[in-house]
């Protein structure tokens, strides 16, 4: 059974073979990485994790253009699947684009449900914050989160030109 869990460092070999199936410098969705995080050293992977965790830290002030975020792992046992991040509120861009919640899972545990299986338990999350509904958003031509959103209750809004390219935008009450 997989579960949720907040990023640590003991997954670091496994988060590794992850990022090599997805391949190096490649976007995770959901992730919180950028293309200059260092993500192979154990000080760089520790730092990593620590300003994921601090995200969602509401007594610790974010940058102007970002918002606090919760971020936790898809694991099963000692391996980790894939990440998934839960924005607080939305800002002109995320109300736009980007959604409230981003998720990734690695190519070799894709298929099996995990994806909708940890926005259900996200979406709770999001309830316990207090948001009453949730905009969740893909690429136009990204059938498999296309279909993950609309299992997970998601109504389409509108599909619209973003500064993401094509994006369609759905809502789940809550
Ligand atoms: C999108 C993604 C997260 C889905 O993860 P997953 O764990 O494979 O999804 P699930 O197994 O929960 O499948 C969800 C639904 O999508 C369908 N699906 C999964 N992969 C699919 C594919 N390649 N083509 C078409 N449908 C697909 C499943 O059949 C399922 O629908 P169903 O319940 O009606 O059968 C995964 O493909 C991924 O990480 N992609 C790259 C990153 C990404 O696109 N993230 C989302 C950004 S908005």
């Given amino acids: 059974m997989p579960e949720l869990v907040a990023p640590t460092v003991k997954l670091h070999a496994s988060w590794l073979e992850a990022r090599d199936e997805w391949g190096h410098g490649v976007h995770q969705d959901g992730a919180g990485l950028h293309a200059d995080t260092d993500v192979d050293s154990t000080e760089g992977f520790a730092e990593w994790v620590a300003m994921l965790m601090r995200q969602s830290d509401r007594s610790v002030q974010v940058a102007p253009d970002r918002v606090h975020a919760s971020y936790w792992w898809m694991v099963e046992g000692d391996q980790y699947l894939g990440a998934i991040s839960l924005r607080h509120e939305l800002n002109d861009f ?9 998720y990734g899972v690695r190519p070799s545990a894709r298929g099996r449900g995990v994806a909708t299986w940890a926005v259900a338990v996200v979406l709770d999350e999001a309830r316990k914050l207090g948001l009453d509904r949730v905009l969740i958003t893909c690429d136009d031509n990204n059938v498999a989160s296309a279909r993950t959103i609309e299992r997970s209750g998601g109504v389409l ?9 094509l994006t369609r935008r759905y809502w789940v009450t809550l």
């Fill in 94 to 102: 995320l109300f736009d684009a980007g959604g409230h919640i981003g």
């Fill in 157 to 165: 809004e509108d599909v619209r030109t973003t500064t993401l390219g």
